[in-house]
């Protein structure tokens, strides 16, 4: 099955303690994106990839990492978190095109900074 | 940047009744626009996509959305809706460079 697979899907933790949230997907495709959505607010771009060890800041990159060494996986990282990360995360993967491809959508992981 | 304001943050309505979601953005020379749901403890799913052409565009589930250039629109219908349309619906734009820039979202209520 065709699908974007996200882990862990919820994390309680504590202010600084390292965390990394992993990101997977199944489909070959090139463009691979990180997003946080907060209520009132939408979702919001934190980083995208293009391709395999390309990476670029969205909109709201502050205090979040990325790395793409697989095609396949892409995930975010979280050095030292703050109650203000605390969020829902998706990560979103599509074929390059223009004009642009569908972008999928894994289930989110909810995350609660202490 | 591309903007979105989806117009109305939550709409309750009854089973059966016509529903419409309004969305606006800002302009631009050429623009994709998409509406995708978002059901209760889910990821995003794409509901529709205007790329080019007919600028009527419909869903397989009855949603239809109109992309009107002069008014930087793209407002979201449904002559009858259906307990299991309650969801969250966000209007995303973009332009050629792949980023998705969304709304804040409208939260539809379906009630018996």
């Known amino acids: 099955e065709a699908q974007v697979t996200q882990n862990p899907r919820y994390l309680i933790t504590v202010t600084g303690k390292k965390l990394t949230v992993t990101c997977s997907q199944n489909m070959n495709h090139e463009y691979m994106s990180w997003y946080r959505q907060d209520p009132g607010l939408g979702l919001r771009q934190i980083y995208y990839s293009m391709n395999v060890e390309v990476t670029d800041k969205g909109d709201v990159p502050e205090g979040y990492k990325v790395s793409r060494k697989e095609k396949r996986n892409f995930p975010l990282i979280l050095e030292s978190p703050s109650p203000n990360q605390t969020s829902l995360y998706f990560c979103?993967?599509?074929?390059?095109?223009?004009?642009?491809?569908?972008?999928?959508f894994g289930p989110g992981t909810r995350l609660l900074v202490l | 940047a591309q903007s979105v304001t989806q117009l109305d943050s939550q709409v309750p309505v009854f089973e059966e009744a016509p529903v419409e979601l309004r969305c606006n953005y800002s302009s631009s020379v050429s623009v994709y626009l998409f509406w995708y749901v978002q059901y209760p403890n889910q990821g995003l799913q794409l509901l529709l996509k205007?790329?080019?052409?007919?600028?009527l565009v419909e869903s397989i589930n009855g949603f239809e959305a109109e992309f009107n250039k002069s008014q930087t629109s793209f407002h979201l219908r449904k002559p009858s809706v259906h307990i299991s349309d309650t969801a969250e619906y966000f209007c995303a734009v973009s332009d050629d460079d792949y980023k998705l820039s969304f709304g804040a979202g409208t939260t539809v209520t379906v009630r018996a």
């Open positions: 979103a993967s599509s074929l390059r095109g223009s004009p642009p491809e569908t972008q999928y």
């Open positions: 205007y790329l080019s052409g007919s600028t």
